[in-house]
């Protein structure tokens, strides 16, 4: 099992930015992929963007994103130390959420990064809120 803690969470301004980070300890070498997903109220949670374990052919880690963060959110990882962060740029008010880092253990395809079920464990969650 993974143990997950989310932090970087806040209110900032229309316009502003965050950076969110994703701590992780436990099983952290049974891992495929590490997911950042957001909740608003009244809406079902939903993947924000998502980042593999470990690198492909070309070197890199393979990063997959929600069309309406794409540009706005990168994601990336600190290996050495088991962190993943999501940087937040040009956040807008539809931004606001509580999001929740995840990982899952078993392989998935592409379309399957940024789908909840394939994610076995779960942080309890930092709040985003965008407002003037």
């Known amino acids: 099992q993974v143990q997950l803690v989310e932090s970087g969470g806040g209110l900032v301004q229309p316009g502003g930015s965050l950076r969110l980070s994703c701590a992780a300890s436990g099983a952290t070498r049974d891992v495929f992929a590490t997911a950042w997903f957001r909740q608003a109220p009244g809406k079902e949670r939903e993947g924000v963007s998502g980042i593999l374990n470990k690198r492909s052919a070309g070197g890199r880690y393979q990063t997959y994103y929600e069309t309406s963060v794409r540009g706005r959110f990168p994601i990336s990882r600190d290996n050495v130390k088991n962190v993943v962060y999501l940087e937040m740029n040009d956040l807008r008010v539809e931004d606001t959420a509580v999001y929740y880092c995840?990982?899952?253990?078993?392989?998935?395809?592409?379309?399957?990064?940024?789908?909840?079920?394939?994610?076995?464990?779960w942080g309890q969650g930092t709040q985003v809120t965008v407002s003037s």
């Open positions: 995840a990982t899952g253990a078993r392989s998935m395809t592409i379309a399957g990064v940024l789908e909840t079920e394939n994610y076995d464990s």
